[in-house]
């Protein structure tokens, strides 16, 4: 059973969450290895993302060349999007494995781990913007699944991608991962619990006073003081 909190949901909303988007992929660079590109080149990156909205025939077309990079790279900017309405029926076609071979597409590619945490992070955004298409029960197992899958890259997304879900019974997980030393596990599990309605400040004080390694507690401070005008929107409460 999910133990869901209800975010808020409107249009104003759905621009905080695409604005937040950008703002992770900004979070995610900022502690330990894999942070190659400079604050300002990531934010340029993250801008562009928001201004170059993806039409289906693209996102079709890009799925079908197989390349991994530029399928992420299209799937991240629908994520972007302020609206993804005629996207989402082929999004969802493409989790469920609906007419996947009838679009000229690999369903081997499609079933990819690394590009299936992608539809799966695209649908969950769209199930938190209010469409009622999306099957969220069966995308959380995959998630909480794709935590132990094996692969590291998949690991780290699902991580990030539990606050999103916002289900107060993946709080136990994301605590004891932001509490170990492994960098990007740490700063996945920082931005999910940062975006998590469940999350309280008594609860954020805790989390920070235990953790182990200083530039932990350092980035945990920021991410949590740079994600509450984002948390107040989304979230009933305020966060």
């Keep these: 059973m999910s133990h869901g909190f209800k975010r808020a949901v409107s249009p104003i909303n759905a621009i905080f969450r695409s604005a937040g988007f950008a703002l992770?992929?900004?979070?995610?660079?900022?502690?330990?290895?894999?942070?190659?590109e400079s604050g300002a080149d990531q934010a340029i990156s993250a801008q562009q993302n928001v201004r170059n909205p993806v039409a289906k025939d693209e996102l079709v077309s890009t799925l079908k060349s197989r390349d991994f990079d530029r399928s992420i790279s299209v799937l991240n900017r629908v994520k972007a999007m302020q609206y993804q309405g005629e996207l989402i029926p082929v999004i969802v076609d493409l989790w469920?494995?609906?007419?996947?071979?009838?679009?000229?597409?690999?369903?081997?590619?499609?079933?990819?781990?690394r590009i299936r945490i992608e539809i799966a992070d695209v649908l969950i955004q769209a199930a938190n913007n209010g469409q009622k298409t999306v099957p969220i029960n069966e995308l959380g197992d995959f998630v909480r699944k794709a935590i132990k899958g094996g692969d590291f890259e998949v690991e780290v997304q699902a991580v990030r991608m539990l606050g999103e879900l916002n289900d107060k019974e993946d709080l136990e997980t994301?605590?004891?991962?932001?509490?170990?030393?492994?960098?990007?596990?740490?700063?996945?599990?920082t931005v999910?619990?940062?975006?998590?309605?469940?999350?309280?400040q008594d609860l954020a004080d805790q989390i920070?006073?235990?953790?182990?390694?200083?530039?932990?507690?350092?980035?945990?401070?920021?991410?949590?003081?740079?994600?509450?005008?984002?948390?107040?929107?989304?979230?009933?409460?305020g966060g």
């Design 192 to 200: 999910a619990l940062s975006y998590d309605c469940w999350t309280t």
């Design 96 to 113: 469920s494995g609906r007419d996947i071979k009838e679009r000229g597409l690999d369903p081997d590619f499609v079933s990819h781990p």
């Design 208 to 237: 920070r006073d235990h953790l182990k390694v200083s530039n932990h507690r350092e980035y945990f401070t920021r991410v949590w003081k740079d994600t509450r005008v984002t948390r107040a929107a989304i979230c009933p409460r």
């Design 174 to 189: 994301l605590v004891h991962i932001a509490e170990g030393e492994e960098d990007r596990l740490f700063q996945a599990a």
């Design 24 to 36: 992770i992929t900004l979070l995610m660079s900022g502690v330990g290895a894999g942070c190659h």
